[in-house]
């Protein structure tokens, strides 16, 4: 079953990066739900079935907590790797391309016919990005993938109904990874070749890591720990980088209330199951 599922999340991932290649004015609508979904699934069904699956407590704080905020810290860390691996690349460039004259002024190359022209035209048209950083970044988003696919097997092991709600909480957020896979790898100045074989990789990414789950099953408390772990990751993608972007160059009413009716429609189902 939770391959079956999966292949819902291939569909989707590969959805999100379609709809990266054609959505413009309406793609803050489309994160600001993606992030409410997210929010929903995590506080109101994830965490609560991961803190009873893994009731043991470490110094007074049940376990499923500890990794939930563990989680959330260790996307926090991979994330500031990332930022901070992007912009030694860009100082870098900034430095090979800039001659400075003591005032802090960079110097282009100009031509005889008066129109001024930066060293390096494909750093000056994708602002010094390099592209490796985004193909790291998108990497990145396929292994985050896999490990939804692990996340989503080990849930069906546990019930029917920790199965939907992962379900539910992986489809809707492949949407946004194959979204933000194909849109990360090419800002950064990548060829729409590779940024479409990075988007069938991360689709590819959670089938394979459901399948895996076949050949083993999780008992109850280490599942329940590491679904609080997931919990904690899904919670920092969507409230520090979907929820953010959403509303970054459209801060309309219409991306809030999305959000406010993507958790309101977790709240529905949750309450619906029991």
Not at 178 to 201: E, S
Not at 252 to 264: E, F, K, N, P, R
Request: aromatic residues 6%.
């Amino acid at each position: 079953m939770a391959v079956i599922v999966a292949l819902g999340a291939f569909l989707m991932t590969l959805a999100g990066g379609w709809t990266a290649q054609r959505v413009t004015d309406r793609r803050h609508l489309v994160l600001g739900l993606a992030g409410g979904l997210m929010l929903g699934v995590v506080g109101l069904d994830l965490l609560p079935e991961a803190m009873h699956a893994a009731g043991a407590e470490v110094f007074g704080v049940p376990l499923a907590l500890l990794l939930f905020v563990g989680g959330f810290l260790v996307a926090h860390c991979v994330e500031r790797v990332l930022a901070v691996r992007q912009a030694s690349h860009g100082g870098r460039n900034g430095d090979a391309h800039t001659h400075g004259d003591g005032h802090g002024h960079g110097e282009a190359h100009t031509h005889g016919d008066g129109h001024g022209h930066a060293p390096g035209g494909a750093d000056g048209e994708h602002g010094g990005r390099v592209p490796q950083v985004g193909l790291t970044a998108a990497a990145a988003m396929v292994g985050h993938s896999l490990a939804d696919g692990v996340a989503l097997g080990a849930a069906f092991q546990v019930g029917g109904g920790m199965g939907v709600a992962v379900a539910l909480a992986v489809i809707t957020h492949d949407f946004a990874d194959g979204f933000n896979t194909y849109t990360l790898t090419r800002l950064y100045g990548n060829a729409r070749r590779k940024a479409l074989l990075m988007l069938f990789a991360d689709a590819v990414a959670p089938v394979v890591g459901a399948a895996s789950t076949l050949l083993f099953t999780l008992p109850e408390e280490p599942l329940g720990a590491y679904l609080g772990f997931f919990g904690g990751v899904l919670l920092y993608l969507a409230a520090a980088e979907i929820l953010p972007e959403a509303h970054h160059k459209h801060p309309a009413l219409s991306t809030l209330m999305c959000t406010v009716g993507g958790v309101a429609g977790i709240w529905l189902v949750v309450g619906l199951a029991d």
